[in-house]
């Protein structure tokens, strides 16, 4: 892949959601398709009530569209471009299932928890099987696991769709977070010379690039569920067929630190009755602790900079 064909790439999912988005924006204010803010988060979230949500469809589109034209052109549509835009779009139509309940029933509450767990686990499920039939190693390095592995990838995959989705709380967060974690898989995909996992990187990134520009404080649109758990899943996706499954804890850091401060909260509240933090996800503590959401934002942006960065040279090295 040439330095024409990424430019192109990037190009072209940045155009598609920068340009539709403003329409995107103003349909859903006319049809009063907004955002339902939690009681129990920060009282000053209530002023983001009614921001129209669900703009992950766009950048999905966006990804989707150009991944298609491109991988056409350079002959990249394969089983692994395929298995990746499965998880994209089947994680995508899950969360605005999911938005779609909150925004029509007007609560912030959408699926029942297992409902959406079991939707995850079926759309991994159907990944894993195509990951097996088309021979893509069931192990870590060497070692061949089989169905345990199997269990990993569906764990894998369920786990880090609802990571970011959690980490979904701030105005730009995710957007940021996750441009750096595909920048670091598409320099992985690259050096590997896994162009297909390196085009579906550059349209994500495109969409992400041109979706901050409506997401960041004061956000004017949110990217939902949709958005949040498409991008989770296809990280543990890119992660999984560019077997560097264990590098997502790091490039990931940030989600994962997100998910286990509500899991310490739990912990510590149910069996001690106190609370570790002010409230989580973490990225609420900063808040109530006075941080604005721009310095949340730029300081976990970097933090996932740096983590990212230095897991890319370390498997670089190792290469």
Same mark, same amino acid.
């Given at each position: 892949?040439?330095?024409?064909?990424?430019?192109?790439?990037?190009?072209?999912?940045?155009?598609?959601?920068?340009?539709?988005?403003?329409?995107?924006?103003?349909?859903?204010?006319?049809?009063?398709?907004?955002?339902?803010?939690?009681?129990?988060?920060?009282?000053?979230?209530?002023?983001?009530?009614?921001?129209?949500?669900?703009?992950?469809?766009?950048?999905?589109?966006?990804?989707?569209?150009?991944?298609?034209?491109?991988?056409?052109? @350079?002959?990249?549509?394969?089983?692994?471009?395929?298995?990746?835009?499965?998880?994209?779009?089947?994680?995508?139509?899950?969360?605005?299932? =999911? =938005?779609?309940?909150?925004?029509?029933?007007?609560?912030?509450?959408?699926?029942?928890?297992?409902?959406?767990?079991?939707? @995850?686990?079926?759309?991994?499920?159907?990944?894993?099987?195509?990951?097996?039939?088309?021979?893509?190693?069931?192990?870590?390095?060497?070692?061949?696991?089989?169905?345990?592995?199997?269990?990993?990838?569906?764990?894998?995959?369920?786990?880090?769709?609802?990571?970011?989705?959690?980490?979904?709380?701030?105005?730009?967060?995710? =957007?940021?977070?996750?441009?750096?974690?595909?920048?670091?898989?598409?320099?992985?995909?690259?050096?590997?010379?896994?162009?297909?996992?390196?085009?579906?990187?550059?349209?994500?990134?495109?969409?992400?690039?041109?979706?901050?520009?409506?997401?960041?404080?004061?956000?004017?649109?949110?990217?939902? =569920?949709?958005?949040?758990?498409?991008?989770?899943?296809?990280?543990?996706?890119?992660?999984?067929?560019?077997?560097?499954?264990?590098?997502?804890?790091?490039?990931?850091?940030?989600?994962?630190?997100?998910?286990?401060?509500?899991?310490?909260?739990?912990?510590?509240?149910?069996?001690?009755?106190?609370?570790?933090?002010?409230?989580?996800?973490?990225?609420?503590?900063?808040?109530?602790?006075?941080?604005?959401?721009?310095?949340?934002?730029?300081?976990?942006?970097?933090?996932?900079?740096?983590?990212?960065?230095?897991?890319?040279?370390?498997?670089?090295?190792?290469?």
């Amino acid at each position: 892949m040439n330095l024409v064909t990424m430019v192109l790439t990037i190009l072209s999912a940045f155009l598609i959601t920068y340009l539709i988005m403003p329409w995107l924006i103003k349909y859903f204010r006319a049809h009063k398709e907004g955002q339902q803010i939690r009681k129990e988060g920060p009282t000053w979230h209530a002023k983001k009530a009614g921001t129209p949500t669900m703009g992950g469809i766009l950048f999905i589109f966006a990804a989707l569209v150009t991944i298609l034209w491109v991988g056409g052109w @350079q002959s990249l549509l394969n089983n692994t471009t395929w298995a990746l835009l499965f998880t994209m779009v089947v994680y995508g139509l899950i969360g605005m299932w =999911d =938005d779609s309940i909150k925004i029509f029933e007007h609560q912030n509450e959408g699926f029942k928890p297992w409902q959406k767990a079991l939707c @995850q686990v079926i759309a991994a499920c159907v990944f894993t099987v195509i990951y097996q039939h088309e021979g893509f190693q069931m192990g870590f390095g060497t070692t061949q696991l089989g169905w345990i592995y199997g269990l990993f990838i569906i764990f894998w995959m369920v786990g880090f769709s609802n990571a970011v989705n959690l980490t979904d709380g701030l105005d730009g967060l995710v =957007d940021g977070c996750a441009i750096i974690s595909f920048i670091a898989y598409l320099i992985i995909a690259l050096v590997q010379r896994q162009l297909e996992v390196a085009l579906f990187c550059l349209a994500i990134i495109g969409g992400l690039l041109a979706f901050f520009r409506y997401n960041h404080k004061p956000a004017q649109i949110f990217m939902g =569920d949709m958005g949040s758990l498409s991008l989770g899943a296809s990280l543990a996706a890119v992660a999984l067929l560019l077997h560097h499954e264990w590098s997502l804890l790091f490039i990931g850091i940030i989600y994962v630190i997100e998910t286990a401060s509500v899991m310490l909260q739990v912990l510590s509240f149910k069996t001690t009755g106190k609370r570790i933090f002010k409230m989580t996800p973490i990225h609420h503590h900063f808040e109530m602790s006075g941080w604005s959401e721009w310095r949340i934002d730029i300081t976990f942006w970097l933090v996932t900079a740096v983590s990212s960065a230095l897991t890319v040279i370390f498997i670089l090295m190792r290469n």
